[in-house]
């Protein structure tokens, strides 16, 4: 469960509109190049293109980075050679490259890379019609083998500890899926695709709680379907170097029943429901969306603490209602989160644009006041160098008192230690900031704008929403992997343009991806190979409690040139690899100098 910066809300909606969004198949082949730069540029787009599908993919699936001699293969923990990672930057981001980069060039052998990578998603497609974190290729039994050694022993990723055997909707590894199945149908019309895009949807429409919620009604869980048998604790070994005070474990059980906001599931779900509405003229999705945007809307809390947590209640539970905070992992305490709350806003700004209905916008000024409330202490910065980097907030908020609320963790790994959350801002954990960003201008300059928009520019704007398109056939955007599409990219006449890339960089990338067709780069994250469990016995030291990784037995990924401070580790330079990340963003670059959108 990443906490993803995956939208930055625009006005581009507001703005005047020149001409319709490109591509779903609605542009031609581009004509071939004349010798020149962005001749080179395609020729080196069809040869990344066939390296990366021919000799990095395992059957069409991807993780997030290789060793050049593919020796070694990380998604967001070690991966085999077998398995494809679904979630982003993964099988569906490298898709969705491959249909842009047929887009910019009409050059077949990049589509041809597309269907395969299609056929793979469609493989890795959970019975339910979502997808898991991963798949592999290997069976069922290696796939459980993996949680059961490397997933079980990684400390600070409790998601992977335990193999549930359905799918979820964290991280938009189900969002980004379906939206590329959606284009790929959508190019040809290929009928191949088209059952797993029904599944995809049947998923997020099963999976929705209904009116028998309350006022849960339109929100989804994390995962679907429910696994009985999923956690609702943690272990707590060495109990007594819990710090007097502080809080430890699952705050409200089983997570997976929550409604949840974490990681914009909601957007996400109601994105992809949208694309359905214009490209296939789905009108029966339209009472879903406005459930979802509902229920976002009602559980927004009361009060002065106006804001969302990162999971509320789906029902009653220990005598607090439906809507009420929860609590997920064991670094996830019931709170108040500040940036969902930011996160949330932004999507309810869409919401008014979509559909035109002042009341998204009605409590705005609450959430943003709430925000001014809760600031990080003066002097964090100073005592906490993990809340430098224009850090302006807390991360999560306690209920009643407005005061942060600041996750830890002792011990040396999962068999011997534990995640635990006070009021003490100092010596956090790494993995997870204790600090967010809140940009309260930008959130006040927005509800300004919008909220000061005449009755008849509001019903301009909705006339042009997404949403009012009637019997499908809108094209969707041309380009879907340069940078996220939003809401504003979908309304009628809206322009998706593609930043410029001087022919310096073009040369550049060029130079980099040379004669052996693909590109390195430093490595995010390393891993302790799977050993064994770790022990048990109490470590008492700090060596591990504000670093990304544990002692040797834990499996996290953590940076090469920031391990602990403590042998066997070593700070290194980070290792030259094939990242999934930086060979989308230079796809990106070249595919926007190829064939620009202006």
Known sequence: MLTMKRRDFTLSALAPLLLSACGGGSDDPAPPFPPGPKADAADA?????????????????????????????????????TMCWIQPPGTPSVGHVYLDAYHATGDERHWRAAERTATAIMAAQHSSGGWNYIHDFAGEASLKKWYDTIGKNGWRLEEFQHYYGNATFDDAGTAVA???????????????????????????????????????????????PHFPGAISSMPLPNASQLPAGAKAGMDDGDYTLHVTFNDDVMGENIKFLTLCVMALGETRLLPSITRAMECMRLMQQPGQQAGWGLQHLSRAKDGRPAGSLAGARSYEPRSLATHTTQTNIRQMFNYFLLTGDRKYLARLPEAIA?????????????????????????????????????????????????????????????HYSAGRPIDIAGLEATYAKLSGMTDAAVAEMAARSPLKVAGGGKALPKYFSIREVDFPD???????????????????????????????????????PYQGDGPTAPYTGTAYRSKHVG????????PADNPPDVPPYVKKDKPQFIVTAEWIRRMGRLIAFVAPVA
């Open 551 to 558: 002692d040797v037995y834990d499996t996290s990924p953590y």
């Open 178 to 224: 379906s939206q590329f199945l959606l284009r790929m149908y959508l190019e040809k019309r290929d009928a191949r695709y088209l059952p797993a895009v029904q599944k995809a949807i049947d998923f997020v429409l099963n999976a929705q709680f209904g009116p028998e919620y309350g006022v849960a009604n339109g929100g989804w869980p994390q995962r679907f």
């Open 370 to 430: 709430w925000l001014k409330s809760c600031p990080l202490p003066a002097d964090a910065a100073t005592v906490n160098p993990l809340l430098t980097g224009g850090r302006t907030h807390p991360t999560f908020v306690e209920l009643g008192t407005n005061d942060g609320l600041y996750v830890h963790r002792y011990g040396s790994n999962i068999h011997n230690g534990a995640y635990y959350y006070d009021k003490n801002y100092t010596n956090t954990v790494s």
């Open 45 to 81: 787009l069809k040869r990344a293109t066939h390296y990366m599908d021919d000799t990095v993919s395992y059957q069409g699936g991807y993780v997030w980075s290789y060793s050049p001699d593919l020796k070694q293969t990380f998604g967001e923990m070690e991966a085999y050679r």
């Open 490 to 528: 979908l309304f009628t006449g809206a322009v998706m343009a593609t930043p410029a890339v001087p022919e310096s960089e073009v040369a550049t990338l060029l130079t980099e991806l040379g004669t052996r067709n693909y590109w390195t780069s430093p490595v995010p994250e390393v891993v302790n």
